[in-house]
């Protein structure tokens, strides 16, 4: 369901409630796929993986939004890109968020030093947001995980 709530500075296009209800489950092939020399392939199913399991910690509160911006593309976030968002994981200093800053969704890297709350991008065509007392200023949760296509 799309959250029209927020608004963005332009690095978040849309924000989607996780729902437990549909379970995929997928073959897990055993097999490590070598990425030098090729070898013979295994053939044999180890066993079933739902994606949940590995990419969900805590169901009510993950959400998944789409990236919609270039701000964060030196971490290899593109536009299009799935982003999975976890708001009970605690916001520490180097981790990716989404903050609401001045009543806008932002995605960047969280840093703290010395008291001090910085928005930082990962593009020098950027400029860091230096977050200041009297701002509006909410970090709304924490990337996970990032999903796209090759």
């Given at each position: ?30 097999a ?18 739902d ?43 180097n ?56």
């Amino acid at each position: 369901m799309k959250n029209e709530r927020f608004k963005t500075d332009g690095s978040i296009r849309d924000i989607y409630k996780y729902s437990e209800l549909k379970k995929l489950k997928r073959p897990l092939i055993g097999a490590l796929v070598p990425a030098g020399f090729p070898s013979p392939a295994q053939d044999y199913i180890e066993g079933l993986l739902d994606l949940n399991e590995h990419l969900i910690r805590h169901p009510s509160s993950t959400f998944f939004m789409h990236a919609d911006g270039y701000s964060m593309k030196n971490v290899g976030i593109n536009p299009g890109d799935l982003l999975i968002v976890d708001r009970a994981v605690e916001a520490t200093s180097n981790k990716i968020i989404i903050a609401i800053v001045e009543g806008e969704l932002t995605l960047k890297r969280l840093k703290i030093e010395g008291g001090c709350y910085y928005l930082v991008p990962e593009n020098e065509e950027y400029s860091p947001i230096v977050i200041e007392e009297d701002m509006d200023f909410v970090i709304w949760g924490v990337v996970t995980y990032v999903i796209h296509p090759l």
